[in-house]
């Protein structure tokens, strides 16, 4: 008999039992749905970026989406602009498939223009693709208070940064890359204490420097550990 023992650096990706335990996928499928997951809601990406994060291979990573596709974990469908033109793709990936059945299915395409070589319109395998993900269990952006995020940014810094969609989607995006509410505020209490009082540096002190998913993880990192002692000038949370 084997022991599992979990070790883990805090940066964690939610994902339903359901698709993790599927015994009607691979491996192979569950680990690509896994790294998919991981990634931020509506991340923009290139085909290509999900080849270069694993030694499978082309071939092998098709096979996976397929597996996923005819599960209903996900769906891909082809965006046109406003004159017909292919523009991208749109991945639709849910933790949780509707009935057996793929989620949408009547609306794919009968091909897959996102894992092949084409000349038109310059596609080559280069267009930017989009993953909305669908949770199982209600949104936990509704449970999620990234409002306070905002509010408490504003009370440090003296702005008024306003409840907008687009500063809802950034601090949403790290709260589902596993950052937690004291995580986002010792970065504004970090960054504030670099660069409140600095004239040139003050102006990034919003939430599309903070919290822009390729600066956030480095500016959590770079906050020094909390003392043993009480007192500590950083917010501990609660």
Same mark, same amino acid.
């Given at each position: 008999?084997?022991?599992?023992?979990?070790?883990?650096?805090?940066?964690?990706?939610?994902?339903? /039992?359901?698709?993790?335990?599927?015994?009607?996928?691979?491996?192979?499928?569950?680990?690509?749905?896994?790294?998919?997951?991981?990634?931020?809601?509506?991340?923009?990406?290139?085909?290509?970026?999900?080849?270069?994060?694993?030694?499978?291979?082309?071939?092998?990573?098709?096979?996976?989406?397929?597996?996923?596709?005819?599960?209903?974990?996900?769906?891909?469908?082809?965006?046109?602009?406003?004159?017909?033109?292919?523009?991208?793709?749109?991945?639709?990936?849910?933790?949780?498939?509707? /009935?057996?059945?793929?989620?949408?299915?009547?609306?794919?395409?009968?091909?897959?223009?996102?894992?092949?070589?084409?000349?038109?319109? /310059?596609?080559?395998?280069?267009?930017?693709?989009?993953?909305?993900?669908?949770?199982?269990?209600?949104?936990?952006?509704?449970?999620?208070?990234?409002?306070?995020? %905002?509010?408490?940014?504003?009370?440090?810094?003296?702005?008024?940064?306003?409840?907008?969609?687009?500063?809802?989607?950034?601090? %949403?995006?790290?709260?589902?890359?596993?950052?937690?509410?004291?995580?986002?505020?010792?970065? %504004?209490?970090?960054?504030?204490?670099?660069?409140?009082? /600095?004239?040139?540096?003050?102006?990034?002190?919003?939430?599309?420097?903070?919290?822009?998913?390729?600066?956030?993880?480095?500016?959590?990192?770079?906050?020094?550990?909390?003392?043993?002692?009480?007192?500590?000038?950083?917010?501990?949370?609660?």
């Amino acid at each position: 008999m084997a022991r599992l023992i979990k070790r883990t650096n805090n940066a964690y990706t939610n994902v339903s /039992n359901k698709v993790v335990r599927d015994a009607s996928l691979s491996w192979k499928a569950r680990g690509i749905f896994l790294y998919l997951w991981s990634q931020s809601d509506n991340w923009n990406f290139y085909v290509s970026e999900i080849e270069r994060h694993s030694v499978d291979g082309r071939e092998s990573l098709q096979n996976g989406l397929k597996e996923l596709e005819t599960a209903g974990y996900l769906v891909r469908s082809v965006k046109f602009d406003e004159v017909k033109k292919i523009k991208g793709m749109e991945w639709v990936l849910s933790d949780f498939p509707s /009935n057996g059945k793929p989620v949408g299915r009547e609306s794919r395409p009968r091909e897959n223009p996102s894992l092949r070589t084409t000349n038109n319109n /310059n596609y080559q395998n280069k267009e930017i693709l989009n993953i909305s993900k669908n949770h199982s269990v209600g949104s936990t952006e509704t449970e999620f208070p990234w409002q306070s995020i %905002i509010d408490y940014l504003n009370e440090k810094t003296g702005k008024h940064f306003k409840h907008t969609s687009t500063n809802k989607g950034l601090v %949403i995006s790290r709260y589902h890359d596993g950052f937690t509410t004291n995580d986002m505020r010792k970065v %504004i209490d970090h960054q504030c204490e670099l660069w409140l009082n /600095n004239h040139d540096m003050a102006q990034y002190l919003q939430p599309s420097t903070l919290f822009r998913a390729s600066k956030f993880e480095g500016y959590l990192n770079a906050v020094p550990a909390e003392p043993k002692h009480e007192g500590h000038k950083y917010w501990t949370g609660g």
